[in-house]
């Protein structure tokens, strides 16, 4: 039986964990479907049609769906779930969100976070902040699991010639849940999640204004901008902006951290980075055991002497 996989995506465009997802999706069974549920998402459902590998799209567009509530998309997955031995979805907000709720539904406990497929019924996850890694076979008939996208290459976007199929809405929510509004960060940078290149400030920066290097720095690399924990938690930046474990993964092709210590919850965040460059003035700090590059000294006097070498 094919695997079903829980397309994230904003009514217009798919979102860049879909196509991983898809690649899990596929180390699974050849044979791939994809749910595009949400309202006025035609358009997207044609997007998810041409992905290399997919053999079909099931497509709900329905009002009902103009916002990923978890409460309203659990029914539905659950509704059309029988005919598929896996569903998938990107473990990201979207999908932590769902795919719990779905297993309530069917009885059966989600396998999260995962980073390798070794056969249909057993996994490779993280645990311990990605200290160690676990092995997880399961003997549960429907097998749910959201997948890390850093983990595996993202599908080819092109290529694939899947039909179409309509799917009818599950029964109306009622007034048990609603969407009552969303505050989103608007930015021209990169989405932190997809971007070629990260530049993440720590504490060290010592104040929100002083933040404003590291966003001078991201705007002439083209980069996202992250933050660590503490540094949000202080206030110098929005939370969306937080790498680690409880907030982004990351794996860009290059990863500055500056001012960063490089605590166990941030390093399962952004390990996975192709290269990693490390900007500290304490040279036995945590974050320089996995740096590729390291410069101990002062971030203050390093920051402005790098800009102004990209002039």
């Not at 290059?254 to 210590?261: H, K, N, R, T």
Request: with cysteine; proline share 5%.
């Amino acid at each position: 039986m094919p695997v079903l996989v829980i397309a994230e995506h904003d009514n217009q465009a798919l979102k860049p964990a879909t196509l991983n997802t898809i690649t899990a999706a596929l180390a699974i069974d050849a044979e791939v479907a994809v749910l595009v549920a949400g309202y006025g998402c035609g358009g997207v459902s044609q997007s998810a049609a041409v992905i290399a590998g997919v053999d079909r799209v099931l497509l709900c567009d329905h009002e009902s769906y103009l916002h990923p509530l978890a409460e309203n998309l659990a029914d539905l997955i659950a509704a059309i779930a029988g005919g598929y031995t896996h569903v998938l979805a990107p473990a990201s907000t979207f999908g932590k969100n769902v795919l719990p709720r779905l297993g309530a539904l069917l009885d059966v406990s989600p396998i999260s976070d995962i980073v390798a497929v070794q056969s249909p019924d057993t996994f490779v996850r993280p645990i311990y902040a990605g200290n160690a890694m676990a092995t997880v076979k399961t003997s549960d008939q429907k097998i749910l699991v959201t997948a890390r996208p850093t983990a595996f290459a993202a599908a080819s976007a092109e290529g694939g010639a899947a039909a179409v199929e309509a799917v009818e809405p599950a029964a109306e929510p009622g007034d048990r849940v609603r969407f009552v509004g969303q505050e989103l960060t608007r930015s021209e940078r990169p989405e932190l999640t997809s971007a070629r290149v990260v530049i993440a400030g720590g504490r060290g920066l010592g104040s929100s204004e002083n933040f404003k290097l590291i966003e001078e720095l991201a705007d002439k690399l083209g980069a996202a901008v992250g933050a660590s924990r503490a540094a949000v938690d202080a206030g110098y930046v929005p939370n969306d902006y937080q790498v680690g474990q409880t907030g982004k993964v990351v794996a860009p092709e290059l990863y500055i951290a500056v001012g960063i210590s490089g605590a166990i919850q941030h390093l399962a965040g952004m390990k996975d980075s192709k290269v990693i460059v490390a900007i500290n003035k304490d040279e036995d700090a945590p974050i320089f055991q996995v740096a590729d590059y390291g410069l101990v000294g002062d971030l203050f006097d390093a920051l402005p002497k790098l800009s102004a070498a990209l002039d």
